[in-house]
């Protein structure tokens, strides 16, 4: 049992957490303060602060630990848990209804969206092996994710309700302070973003002994539930804040929905920097076995999308918790089938 890995992850997730849970709260303060628009602090700003684990991960994953498989597990990994919190909102939400709730049409879209770049995801995990270690892969699949998100997000404007942490923000000190502690918060996420890519590698390549035979985890099955969980804390704890404190549904949306976006964004950047560095395309290193998680992410949006449809159209609280009430026994059955098949 590698005990002191386990214990750098241990500590490293804590880190994360401690730090990411956070990062929202200074980052709204500071976006207000400079005028932000309430659709650029809620699909954007926020989502893009909660998913600075994912990025450290997918950074160091690529470029540290050279492991794509690792790097994409926790990506889709992150987004299928994100997704699958869903469900809990459902049942958490004042009143219930939490996707009834929601107000704006954008998130009709942004879900549109992610099934878009999923699906382009899943083509560049089915045939971004087949197509050698040159640029090629990246071309095809990474660059349409890039434009695709940039096309998108120029478009639209999201109103946002007043979220929590207002007092907060007014007795947080100077913008300027407000920075420092942002900056030196982020750092935090960062570095233990290494130490845990690291160890979470070393996790998933340990051999452990069961009943008389040698089991190795695997990279995307690690990435996918260990990695994925720990990285998606800052995500679920703003959702939930926003659910108990504000009664907001718009806001806990859209940070799930946002940083869903911005994570396959993440990996479609940061594949080349596998290429630059002499590893070969990381398009062309991932294993066929993330395909699950593709299918899992395809599922578990429709099925947001579903919801969020049925609540506008009138229909009842528990025909969308049937709806999303699905999500968790289908995110069960995505990380059995990766553990059997990686």
């Known amino acids: 049992m590698p005990v002191r890995e386990l214990a750098i992850f241990a500590a490293a997730a804590v880190a994360i957490y401690a730090s990411g849970s956070r990062l929202p709260v200074l980052g709204k303060g500071i976006a207000t303060r400079l005028g932000v628009s309430a659709s650029t602090l809620g699909l954007f700003v926020l989502a893009l602060i909660t998913s600075l684990p994912e990025l450290s991960i997918t950074l160091a994953a690529l470029l540290r630990e050279r ?16 997704i699958t919190i869903i469900a809990f909102l459902e049942l ?19 879900c549109r969206l992610l099934l878009i770049l999923t699906a382009l995801v899943g083509a560049g995990v089915l045939a971004g092996r087949h197509l050698g270690h040159t640029i090629l892969p990246t071309v095809l699949f990474g660059l349409p994710i890039v434009v695709i998100f940039f096309v998108e997000a120029s478009g639209g404007n999201v109103p946002l309700e007043d979220e929590e942490g207002e007092d907060e923000i007014a007795a947080a000190g100077s913008t300027a302070s407000l920075a420092v502690r942002f900056l030196f918060l982020a750092g935090v996420v960062v570095v233990a973003g290494f130490f845990m890519s690291r160890s979470a590698n070393r996790i998933a390549l340990f051999q452990f002994a069961m009943n008389g035979r040698s089991v190795v985890l695997g990279q995307t099955f690690v990435g996918s539930l260990l990695v994925a969980v720990a990285t998606s804390l800052p995500e679920v704890t703003v959702a939930f804040a926003a659910v108990r404190h504000a ?9 799930l929905l946002g940083s869903n976006t911005i994570n396959i964004l993440l990996f479609a950047l940061g ?3 596998l290429l630059v560095g002499g590893g070969g395309s990381a398009w062309a290193g991932v294993s066929a076995v993330n395909l699950v998680n593709v299918v899992t992410a395809l599922l578990l949006t429709s099925l947001v999308l579903s919801g969020i449809r049925a609540g506008r159209g009138g229909g009842t609280v528990l025909g969308r918790r049937v709806l999303t009430g699905i999500m968790v026994p289908a995110y069960i059955v995505c990380l059995v089938l990766l553990r059997r098949l990686g």
């Open 67 to 82: 492991a794509p498989d690792l790097a994409l597990g926790n990506i889709l990994g992150s987004n299928n848990f994100n």
């Open 92 to 110: 958490a939400f004042v009143g219930g209804g939490f996707l009834g709730a929601v107000h704006s049409r954008r998130y009709t879209r942004t």
């Open 247 to 255: 009664g907001s549904a718009d806001i806990a949306l859209g940070t």
């Open 271 to 273: 594949a080349p920097l």
